[in-house]
């Protein structure tokens, strides 16, 4: 990482683009304001639909990510010796920023930690609250797509993200992706490949490893040979396996896309009731491993 003129930070970062879809429709409800200022009931749902949504989704993604900084056994790491509870904090070290253009989001984070390891925690955790955040925005109704990759880019004086990860990821999720699912790029796998060197410290390349092996079950090649995140794969219900109500979720984000992929049949649109039929094949594909017949 490099810093000029203490405003630009330069560096490899992971990014994750998502788009929260359909709003361009919502939106143009909000053509036809009523002339005396009140709102409506009508208006007012329309404004939790779209505004709502997008908020929602923004605080429910950064509380998916920051839900695993927190220590599940506080007494167990508290009875660590110290030099460990250092290494679990130089692991766990990770600050992520958050940028919305309209229905938009940006989420980056710097690899390099302040201890020079290049850090998988940050990756990690994206891929991680992509899982939820999948699983979350189908079962509300409000599907998104995106993309995560891994590249050079830059931390400007505004506090924005800028770089050719930003466009590769920009890419991806406008021009590959195609239907609600979050695309992969290949830097995303190089750098989860058996081998890296994430830092000088043997013990802490030991954990890296480990998580690498994680975050590779959180990623799954899609039937046109695009690798996505798996989340409703083995890797996401061995992380919630003593959870139950995840498979409540489950359902209803099937039921949503079953529903979806009828209206679009129906209304004749052959490009959306297309992908909203891939959805379903690979929704079908995981329903056993939580245990729901399709």
């Known amino acids: 990482m490099k810093k000029q003129d203490d405003v630009t930070f330069f560096g490899y970062h992971v990014v994750c683009l998502i788009d929260v879809l359909g709003q361009n429709q919502k939106l143009a409800r909000w053509a036809t304001l009523p002339d005396d200022g009140r709102l409506s009931s009508e208006f007012i749902q329309d404004l939790k639909q779209t505004a709502g949504t997008v908020l929602a989704f923004r605080d429910g993604f950064i509380n998916f990510f920051y839900q695993l900084d927190q220590c599940t056994m506080p007494g167990a790491f508290a009875a660590l010796p110290t030099e460990q509870q250092a290494r679990y904090a130089r692991f766990k070290e990770c600050r992520v920023r958050v940028e919305r253009l309209s229905d938009t989001f940006v989420f980056s984070s710097l690899i390099p930690n302040i201890y020079g390891d290049a850090s998988i925690s940050p990756l ?171």
């Not at 995106?146 to 021009?175: C, M, Q, R, W």
């Not at 996401?236 to 109500?245: F, Y």
């Open 124 to 294: 990690y955790r994206l891929l991680s609250a992509c899982c939820m955040a999948m699983m979350w925005s189908l079962a509300a109704k409000a599907p998104v797509r995106g993309s995560i990759t891994v590249g050079a880019g830059a931390e400007l004086e505004d506090g924005s993200f800028y770089g050719p990860a930003l466009a590769e990821a920009h890419y991806l999720e406008s021009k590959v992706a195609g239907y609600p699912r979050v695309v992969v790029s290949p830097t995303v796998l190089a750098f989860l490949a058996e081998g890296q060197v994430y830092s000088t410290d043997p013990q802490i390349v030991k954990v890296m490893e480990q998580v690498a092996r994680i975050c590779r079950a959180f990623i799954c090649q899609d039937t046109d040979g695009r690798w996505i995140v798996d989340f409703l794969g083995k890797g996401m219900r061995e992380l919630h396996s003593p959870d139950t109500a995840m498979a409540d979720w489950v359902k209803m984000a099937y039921d949503f896309v079953c529903s979806e992929l009828a209206r679009f049949r129906a209304i004749g649109d052959s490009k959306l009731a297309e992908r909203y039929g891939q959805l379903q094949e690979y929704i079908e594909s995981r329903l056993p491993v939580w245990g729901i017949q399709s």
